[in-house]
T-cell receptor, first 112, second 113 residues
């Protein structure tokens, strides 16, 4: 089954404790993205990647890092999380030429 | 800068009534346009997309959308709403061939029995 998986689905952590949210897709897609969803703001793009070792900032990259060492994986790293990063995070992927983005199930992160 | 507005934060319709959700965008050229639906506690599912050609596009679940270049709009419609359509709807734009997508703030749809 074609899918995007994210882990963990729920995470509660404390300020400053480094964390990684994993994202993996099994569709051999070139493009992958991370979004955060906040009430009234919709989804905002954090980072995206157009291929292995090629990443770029989205609209809200501050406080986040990403890496794309393998085509299928695109982890999101918060090296020093803060409460304003409490949000619902989605990973997405799509292939070439442009088509629909496939979204993961989301990761709800709470930073205390 | 590109942006997407969805003027209606929350809409309530009766089951069986027609529906129109508004989406306006600001973009330098004609972008690729999308509508997604998010059911409570779920991820996002693509309803339909517009890249070029016929400005009236059909999607899944009986939805359609019309691209109007002169109004920079891409409104979503459904002739008869079902209770299962209650969800949040997001309009999104993206550059042709690019990856920097922008989403609107969403419209929450409630359906009365």
């Amino acid at each position: 089954e074609a899918q995007v998986t994210q882990n963990p689905r729920y995470l509660i952590t404390v300020t400053g404790k480094k964390l990684t949210v994993t994202c993996s897709q099994n569709m051999n897609h070139e493009y992958m993205s991370w979004y955060r969803q906040d009430p009234g703001l919709g989804l905002r793009q954090i980072y995206y990647s157009m291929n292995v070792e090629v990443t770029d900032k989205g609209d809200v990259p501050e406080g986040y890092k990403v890496s794309r060492k393998e085509k299928r994986n695109f982890p999101l790293i918060l090296e020093s999380p803060s409460p304003n990063q409490t949000s619902l995070y989605f990973c997405a992927s799509r292939g070439i030429p442009i088509g629909e983005q496939f979204f993961g199930p989301g990761t709800r992160l709470t930073v205390l | 800068a590109q942006s997407v507005t969805q003027p209606d934060i929350h809409i309530t319709v009766s089951e069986g009534a027609s529906l129109e959700l508004r989406c306006n965008y600001s973009y330098g050229a004609t972008p690729y346009l999308f509508w997604y639906v998010q059911s409570p506690g779920q991820g996002l599912q693509l309803l339909l997309k517009y890249f070029s050609g016929d400005t009236l596009v059909q999607g899944i679940k009986g939805f359609e959308a019309e691209f109007k270049r002169s109004q920079s709009s891409f409104n979503l419609r459904k002739p008869s709403v079902h209770w299962s359509d209650a969800a949040e709807y997001f309009c999104a734009v993206g550059p042709p061939g690019g990856q920097n997508f922008v989403f609107g703030p969403g419209t929450r749809l409630s359906v009365l029995p």
